[in-house]
């Protein structure tokens, strides 16, 4: 084997070596975290932030939560019932924003984040939200988009398809994501209530709890 012959196969293996590592962070991201209690920090200057994600509850609510998800993340649909009963039972005191974060390793959950949005344009973000974690393993193909579409009422499907066929949403994903990164986000799913960034599966009971402190502490 002559000199150039090992220098190139040397390479080759860097560059292998290099592939591994990035895929095994990005399992890291997704999986490990949730094996561990959750992890959590403070954003200072979180109040200052622009999110563009869909706003569940009041806009000036004392609480505000910011979930980062991926919808074909299972750990993230996990979390969803948590989420919902918050939203619920504080109807006047907490907000959710919901932030777009699809991991590349999950080859559909851009899409159905950019149809998320579509249906976000049309009213029914929330139904839509919902169908998408409901039907998580069924994700893929844009005329099962449309047909979730149908199913939740949207009523301009027209409009919808058109949306989803030109990307006309995939800006506010990219957003989302890019947010993501600027936190340091570093797994999913991940709420930032009221500055707390909390990364990992919250039971509603561990939740509930944040919320409770970030009350007591706006009363204040």
Not at 90 to 99: G, N
Not at 120 to 142: C, I, T, V, W
Request: hydrophobic fraction near 40%.
């Amino acid at each position: 084997m002559t000199t150039k012959d090992k220098l190139s196969l040397g390479f080759s293996g860097v560059l292998v070596l290099c592939a591994l590592f990035v895929v095994g962070l990005i399992i890291k991201r997704q999986f490990f975290s949730r094996h561990r209690r959750p992890q959590k920090r403070y954003i200072a200057n979180w109040q200052n932030l622009s999110f563009t994600g869909q706003r569940s509850g009041p806009a000036h609510a004392p609480v505000q939560i910011v979930e980062f998800f991926d919808y074909q993340c299972p750990f993230c649909r996990q979390a969803q019932p948590a989420v919902k009963q918050i939203r619920h039972e504080y109807p006047q005191k907490v907000a959710v924003i919901h932030e777009d974060d699809p991991l590349p390793m999950h080859q559909h959950a851009f899409g159905a984040a950019v149809a998320a949005e579509c249906a976000r344009r049309l009213h029914n973000f929330m139904a839509y939200h919902d169908s998408l974690f409901a039907h998580q393993k069924k994700l893929g193909p844009e005329w099962y988009y449309e047909r979730l579409a149908v199913q939740i009422n949207i009523s301009d499907t027209s409009v919808f398809r058109q949306c989803l066929d030109q990307q006309k949403t995939a800006a506010t994903v990219q957003a989302g994501k890019k947010m993501a990164k600027r936190l340091n986000v570093s797994g999913i799913p991940a709420f930032l209530i009221n500055g707390t960034l909390v990364t990992g599966v919250l039971p509603k009971r561990q939740l509930e709890q944040y919320v409770k402190r970030a009350l007591a502490k706006a009363g204040r």
